[in-house]
C-alpha cells in the first residue's frame, strides 16, 4: 500500500502486489531517481525496482538480480549511498552467504561486486543480516566518504554476550575494496 499523509489524516493512494512476492523483506525509495527498490526473500530472493510515475503504475517492475545470478539465499536489506544527485549504488544484503551486493544506482543497475565484513582485532565477522543502511556524509578521519550500517545477526567474537548487534564501516573502504 503506498499512502500519502497530509493534515487531515492518511489517505491511499495505491495498493500494488510486487509482483506476487511471497515475503517483501526491504525497501528504500530514491527521491531524485523516483525508483523504488524492494527486496523478496521466501521462494525467488528477487531485488526489485519500480520507477515511479505520476500515475503510480507499478505494472512493470525491474528484476534487478536474484538468485540465479548474484543473491545466495535471502535479499534482505537494500539501501542508496548517493555519490551524486543521481549517480551512487544500490546496496542488498544477501543473507545466503553473509555479503553485500553492489549495482549501480540507476539502469540497467550493473552488478559492481560484493564484498564481506570479516573478523578483526576480537570483533566477529557479520552474518545473518538483515537490515542495513548508508550516508555519504563525511563524520571525519574514520569515515570520510560516509556510514556503511548493518545489523549482525550474531555477535559471536571474544565478547561474552551472544546477541545480535551494529557494525559500522567506513563507506571509503567498501570503494576502495571494490575499486570504485
Same mark, same amino acid.
Given at each position: 500500500?503506498?499512502?500519502?499523509?497530509? @493534515?487531515?489524516?492518511?489517505t491511499?493512494?495505491?495498493?500494488?502486489?510486487?509482483?506476487?512476492?511471497?515475503?517483501?523483506? #526491504?525497501?528504500?525509495?530514491?527521491?531524485?531517481?523516483?525508483?523504488?527498490?524492494i527486496?523478496?526473500?521466501?521462494? =525467488?530472493? +528477487?531485488?526489485?525496482?519500480?520507477k515511479? /510515475?505520476?500515475?503510480?503504475?507499478?505494472?512493470? @517492475? +525491474?528484476?534487478?538480480?536474484?538468485?540465479?545470478?548474484?543473491?545466495?539465499?535471502?535479499?534482505?536489506?537494500?539501501?542508496?549511498?548517493?555519490?551524486?544527485?543521481?549517480?551512487?549504488? !544500490?546496496?542488498?544484503?544477501?543473507?545466503?552467504?553473509?555479503?553485500?551486493?553492489?549495482?549501480? =544506482?540507476?539502469?540497467?543497475?550493473?552488478?559492481?561486486?560484493?564484498?564481506?565484513? #570479516?573478523s578483526?582485532?576480537?570483533?566477529?565477522?557479520? /552474518? %545473518?543480516? %538483515?537490515?542495513i543502511? !548508508? +550516508?555519504?556524509?563525511?563524520? #571525519? /578521519?574514520?569515515?570520510?566518504?560516509?556510514?556503511?550500517?548493518?545489523?549482525?545477526?550474531?555477535?559471536?567474537?571474544?565478547?561474552?554476550?551472544?546477541?545480535?548487534?551494529?557494525?559500522?564501516?567506513?563507506?571509503? %573502504?567498501?570503494?576502495e575494496?571494490?575499486?570504485?
Amino acid at each position: 500500500q503506498m499512502w500519502n499523509y497530509g @493534515p487531515f489524516g492518511m489517505t491511499l493512494l495505491t495498493t500494488f502486489n510486487n509482483g506476487n512476492a511471497t515475503q517483501s523483506e #526491504g525497501c528504500v525509495y530514491d527521491d531524485e531517481n523516483r525508483t523504488l527498490f524492494i527486496s523478496e526473500e521466501q521462494d =525467488r530472493g +528477487i531485488l526489485r525496482a519500480y520507477k515511479i /510515475n505520476n500515475e503510480l503504475d507499478f505494472s512493470n @517492475p +525491474i528484476i534487478i538480480d536474484n538468485r540465479s545470478g548474484n543473491i545466495d539465499g535471502d535479499p534482505e536489506g537494500v539501501t542508496v549511498y548517493k555519490s551524486s544527485e543521481k549517480d551512487g549504488y !544500490v546496496i542488498v544484503s544477501s543473507q545466503g552467504d553473509s555479503s553485500f551486493n553492489i549495482y549501480n =544506482r540507476q539502469e540497467p543497475y550493473n552488478y559492481l561486486g560484493s564484498f564481506k565484513v #570479516g573478523s578483526n582485532k576480537g570483533i566477529d565477522n557479520v /552474518n %545473518d543480516t %538483515d537490515g542495513i543502511d !548508508v +550516508i555519504n556524509f563525511n563524520f #571525519g /578521519n574514520k569515515y570520510p566518504m560516509g556510514l556503511f550500517v548493518l545489523q549482525d545477526g550474531t555477535n559471536d567474537g571474544k565478547n561474552k554476550v551472544k546477541r545480535q548487534n551494529f557494525k559500522y564501516v567506513s563507506f571509503a %573502504d567498501v570503494l576502495e575494496k571494490l575499486d570504485l
